[in-house]
């Protein structure tokens, strides 16, 4: 085995680690020979161990029950009281003990779902507790964490330095007390050593990506499935599997010099098996085997971040903040944008400071709160005044994202949209002054002229601008209140429906998302949630059938529409449809080649008298089988032939 630092030893089991901690010594269990390399020479950029630092007051170390062996090596490693958690009693009061303090909460991953991870951070928030997660693909990782943990602090030689990678506009800044912003490049950062690495990019809980560099959380030789065995064009230390052309480099998180990494990326901490794509390729995960100490990131995926949060983490850091009270403060953020519950998590010691007070870079300034405001009721009248009210509404969001972000081909059919709309009114108009018997049949063809050019736009433009479509149809409208919803049929997050009204009488709107998943849901109360099924997996080359269901007196259009998770691609398949009440099977069949293994996209949209409604539903995509191969038994996904279905009430 290679040799570690002076103050630290492998052991073999727990039981040997707790001895060598009896000698005053740092202990971390022995893992395969590829990982006891990379984590010693780590380790050797540590500075030496320090078992006699005391305890923070009020700070203590908490495991869940069936991790008490591990949660009471990490507490008199840190010399903390060690406590042991039932997650079923996290709705009682005082759960966490007394309030006040922090808690470091010590589990191996596979037990930190979100259905886990929610109820815990909000019970912290309720007793004004900070939170941190030491946890790791197995025992050895948990200790290797600890060990990093159980390092000296060093003198501080110098002004602290942050790099902010931003991933979605390909700039890089250096961020420095003292000194004003400093642009740079990806090259001399990914080279170079810094206290804290901040990136925000798209991605998942899986990959990122930073331009001519894709982050990939694979920490091995290659991606594993559910099954324990190799991936069929899975992800490989040379190879992406989110670029099967080669076009950039794959990056592991474990290889990035910083001892503090912020990841704001959508659902960036995954724990929990299967909770996104169902592989053992862990941004996360990976990170903590890696340099950095904590790991500080989005816990969902229905944030939407911007270079807002991390200049506000970097200036919280700079300023001697601890990690817990920054993560606090990234979830108070998160509320005032109207996000429940927590949206950060830190993986890390909450009561770890990176430096000392200094508070020459300013915070950005907060978003402005949401301002309270009168519901309109709505007024008695025109059915057909109010849904063209609607529709313009509709139009004029997605014209607000294209003076954000210009999109040619989203402009034509936003302006298509708009003639048909405008063509309705002046039918509508013409009729209050001397109606004839035909105006509502002319309004009607209109309206399916108006839903085509919706349903268009999914095609028309290489994203499908189905995010700018949901904000859009929600950007004239507050929030009401919430109301218990099912849990999600891919992950089993816990969700709730948002009911939304407007101040200018227009129609009001319910939304649905997942932490995880994303948007589930929006549309009006005069279109009916639609009964979905769906295959468990997709395979490249092999149709998919999609099963739809409409109620009585339906009608309109709709469109199914299958997309990669890189909305860069293009679509995979698409179909557009009639809407007639009872049950439609749209067979979708995505490509052969080039279809990197991912959690990909299925959009279903309803039109209908200038109303829509959306639905999004996630599934993996799985190597190409033979039809010739039956499919093997199991869990989903991937496991079982049997459909399933989201259903709404």
């Known amino acids: 085995m290679p040799r570690l630092p002076d103050g630290y030893r492998w052991a073999s089991t727990l039981t040997d680690a707790a001895r060598l901690l009896d000698e005053a010594t740092v202990p971390v269990l022995r ?48 010399g903390r009281p060690h406590h042991v958690l039932d997650p079923a009693r996290l709705h009682e009061p005082r759960v966490l003990g007394s309030n006040g303090g922090s808690i470091l909460i010590v589990a191996r991953s596979r037990a930190l779902t979100l259905s886990v991870l929610m109820p815990l951070l909000d019970a912290a928030a309720r007793q004004n507790t900070l939170a941190g997660f030491l946890t790791g693909r197995d025992d050895a990782a948990c200790t290797f964490a600890a060990a990093k943990l159980l390092a000296s602090r060093p003198d501080q030689a110098g002004p602290a330095r942050t790099a902010f990678l931003d991933g979605t506009t390909g700039l890089t800044h250096v961020l420095t007390s003292g000194h004003p912003d400093q642009r740079s490049t990806l090259t001399d950062v990914l080279a170079s050593d810094f206290d804290s690495l901040m990136i925000d ?47 950039t480099r794959p990056l592991a998180p474990h290889a990035l010099r910083t001892r503090v990494l912020g990841l704001f990326v959508c659902n960036a901490i995954t724990l929990g098996e299967a909770e996104q794509y169902p592989s053992d390729v862990s941004l996360a995960l990976d990170a903590v085997e890696g340099h950095p100490r904590a790991v500080l990131g989005l816990l969902r995926g229905d944030l939407d971040t911007s270079g807002h949060e991390p200049r506000l983490t970097t200036a919280s850091l700079h300023s001697g903040a601890r990690l817990g009270q920054i993560a606090a403060l990234l979830d108070a953020d998160g509320h005032r944008r109207d996000i429940r519950g927590p949206s950060v998590i830190l993986l890390g010691d909450p009561e770890q400071q990176l430096h000392e007070p200094d508070t020459a870079i300013a915070a950005p300034a907060p978003p402005a709160p949401a301002t309270a405001r009168t519901v309109a009721d709505a007024e008695a009248l025109s059915d057909w005044r109010v849904r063209l009210a609607d529709a313009e509404a509709l139009e004029h969001g997605l014209y607000a994202s294209l003076a954000r972000r210009p999109d040619a081909d989203l402009s ?238």
């Open 31 to 78: 893992p395969a020979t590829e990982r006891a390399e990379r984590w010693a020479d780590i380790l050797h950029t540590y500075p030496s161990p320090d078992l006699t630092q005391g305890a923070p007051r009020h700070a203590r170390v908490v495991s869940l029950v069936g991790h008490e062996d591990l949660g009471e090596l990490v507490a008199r490693a840190l």
């Open 201 to 247: 990019a798209h991605g998942s809980a899986a990959h990122a990506s930073l331009g001519t560099v894709t982050l990939c959380g694979l920490s091995g030789p290659a991606e594993h499935g559910p099954d324990g065995k190799p991936l069929v064009g899975g992800c490989t230390p040379t190879a992406c599997k989110t670029d099967p052309m080669g076009r």
């Open 412 to 649: 034509t059919c936003v302006e298509e949209m708009a003639s048909y709309r405008q063509t309705a009114l002046e039918t509508l108009l013409a009729a209050a002054r001397t109606p004839d018997k035909r105006w509502e049949e002319r309004i009607e063809e209109q309206s399916l002229q108006w839903g085509r050019a919706v349903l268009e736009i999914l095609i028309c433009t290489r994203g499908g601008a189905f995010s700018r479509q949901l904000i859009a149809a929600r950007a004239h409208h507050v929030t009401a209140h919430w109301a218990p919803a099912p849990a999600c049929g891919y992950c089993g997050a816990p969700r709730e429906f948002e009911h939304l009204t407007s101040p200018l009488s227009l129609t009001d709107r319910r939304t649905l998302r997942c932490p995880r998943c994303g948007p589930a849901l929006s549309l009006p109360p005069t279109l009916h949630p639609l009964d979905i099924s769906v295959p468990p997996a997709l395979r490249p080359g092999q149709p998919a059938e999609i099963h739809v269901t409409f109620p009585e007196q339906a009608r309109g259009l709709f469109a199914v529409h299958l997309r990669p998770r890189s909305t860069r691609r293009g679509s995979y398949d698409h179909a557009a449809l009639a809407v007639a009440p009872g049950r439609h099977t749209i067979a979708l069949t995505l490509p052969l080649t080039d279809t990197p293994l991912e959690l990909d996209r299925l959009w279903v949209v309803h039109a209908d008298r200038f109303h829509v409604a959306y639905h999004q539903q996630r599934l993996p995509l799985l190597p190409h089988r033979p039809a010739a191969v039956s499919a093997p038994a199991g869990n989903r996904p991937g496991g079982s032939t049997e459909s399933t279905k989201e259903t709404y009430t």
